[in-house]
């Protein structure tokens, strides 16, 4: 069977050591290529990365100007106090968290399962679907959001007798009825965003080469067998990756909900998720340092998950040989 | 996978990084300090203003181009959203940088005038000593949500009071009388409820609901006692009223749970035979939207309550007209004659403006001039309630900080669209509109 092929690190533990050797001895030209060829990461990293976060911690630790008190200055931790005890924050939490628990297996379910199929199609076929898959994806933000509008308007659905079927005659109904947000979240991000990470882990899988394959399938794999004990493990870091980049959206989750809510005649609350709690904080309330605080919240658990996901999926890791 | 010979270590390191780069990205927001309406120094531009305006008020911007060629006019379209946050978030970075803020606005929702007036943001001018002879044309009550603490920070556009609207045609084929009372519209809505399934006699989904039927019972949700104090109590026998009254019509299928301006709301538009509802209904819902026949709608004056020896109505928008108090010379004396032509000048209340102007010397040539379309049952009755209702509009409602439209919408509207009772809204309504307003800095009384 494969076994050999599925956990290279039973025979190859002590020989991942002998390469730290080669750290020492790497020449003075190639750290500089390499930093040369990092140092636009670098630049967009500190611009876009370190510099808000660093401005972020500096805000959240001022103490917001208020009618009675216009003063600012240092105020400690205070914002964070006002993020966590406010009435909307667990909320949040719980909504974007529902969302993710029903999106994310669902999603990341789909996009190895169809990955896979596409693969394990020869020729035309499976390419014709992978690009079927990919089309729904190209109603990226606004455009399948409008889209979604239609479908969830029982009034102009093409969905409509399932609407009826379970009885919902407005879109105020399907969009703010308790619960169902999440499912509607789910089935949005779920269509828009699968064909492009198929084509992603799909790009992974052509990458395995045909020896590997042939290997399994000489010792006697099935097809069932060829994609769980060998492919599977071998794209591991790709499915990493998809977890950590949908992960990441769907914690910033805002336009969605947002724009929900206006179809649905702002029958939704208006923070619903975090990010539209931090961006009350600072438009509706003017308080800079709790909507700082609130972003930094955010900042350390999908770091923390990130990271994870990082060093427990293999993402980036020792490479296979 | 193939090896490239990158060492782990270094890979995990660009890794992490890379997952930092990633989280850091959440941290987009917060990234402007709050200027307090700072005091910055007024600066005169020489002449040229610049308005700000929504789609529905650009016809007056452009006629002011029009009559003032020789003042420089730069016309900003901003987005007409009622209970949009993005003005907000503009107004807090001009205050931030210093500039960039316009001289005259419209304001899309009639609340704004609770952050531009605030301390906080302190955008909009005094006008009490700027335009008194254009204040003096106002009736106390129409410019009260510009009077705040004793100074007049905005000019109303027009006044919005609520008539009674009811469908003539239909009254007279079922030999229906016209309620008085709110009591006597309740019994009557469940009556014709009961008799003609489908007819509806009101609408509880928008944001102008509560205006509708909490401010017109006088229910104190937008109490304001000071800056930072408001007084809200929805178990005030008051406010116990419109619920009682609104739970009976909703027992009753007699009003529908959607809103006003919902797309639904075009489709069962034509089977209202009668509600509360604000003056610019009968242009802008009947004729045009739900295009209710000519000769059918007709508006009498506002409904009173048992025990009341007058009528209780409340008021449905009726929009503010704002102007910078960063500005100074010949840049504020041209800001001060726009603001004299779009809230007097019958160029554009007269002539294209669709609502009741606020301003009283200018109504009756409105009124003469909208009577030409002949499209009401009965015109002189319709205008004559619409021009009176100002009078009855119930006092101690401010604009404030948090939006009662968008938590009726959130709550009540919310739950009687997925069949909750309305006094199971309410609880879920009162608990949010004290959660929302103690979130903005206000203490309830």
New interface residues.
Partial sequence: MATALMDKRSTSAPT?KP??H??KTSRPSETRGAWIL?SPYVV??LV???I??G??VK??L?K?????D?S?GFGGVASFKTVFT???FLDTFQNVFATLAIWLPIMMIGIVGLALLIHASPGRFGSTMRFVYYIPGALAGIANLVLWVYLL?P?QSPIEGFWHAVGV?????AV???GHLPFILTAMMFFQGVGSWIVVVNGGLN?I?DETLEAAALDGANAWQLAWHVKLP?IR?WLGYAA??NL?YG??LFLEPQLLD?VA??????QWTP?QL????????????A??????I??VI??GI??LI??RSG??????? | MKSRGVRPGEVRAVAAAAVVSAAALLTACGSSAGGAGADVKQTDSGGAITVWVDPPRVPAAKAFQKAHPEIKTTINQIDGTVGGKSLQQQFAQFNQAGKGWPDAIFFPSNDDIAWASGAQVNYTADLTDLVPDVIKGYADEVISPCKIDDKVRCLRNDAAPDVFWYNKTFFTQNGYSVPKTWEEYGDLAVRIAKEHPGKLSGFTGDAYAPDRYLWAAGCPTNARQSETEVHIDLNDAKCVRAKDLLAKLVQAKAVSTVGIFDADAAKIGKDLVMSPGAAWWGDYLFRQSWKIPAGQMTAVTPLAWNGDSKPATGNEGGGLWGFSRHITGKQLENTLTFAKFVATDPRWQVELSTGLPAYGPVQDAWIAKQSQQKYFADDKTTFAAIKGATAFVQPDHSYLLYNTGSVWTETVAAGLASGKTVDQAWTGFNDELVKQAKAMGYTIK
């Fill in positions: 991942a390469q730290r080669r750290t990092l967009l990293l876009g990365g370190i808000p976060v401005y972020a805000t959240a001022e917001p100007p208020t009618p009675l216009p600012g406010d009435f909307r308007n009034a005659d407005t879109i105020k109904q703010a009825a308790p990458g080469s071998i870091p950590l980049m990441a914690f910033q206006q005649s702002n029958a939704l609350p208006d990010t931090g961006y009350a904080f600072a438009f509706s309330n003017y308080n800079f340092p909507a700082a605080a609130m972003s930094l955010l900042l999908t770091l990130g990271l990082v060093f993402l980036f890791g020792e490479d296979d040989s």
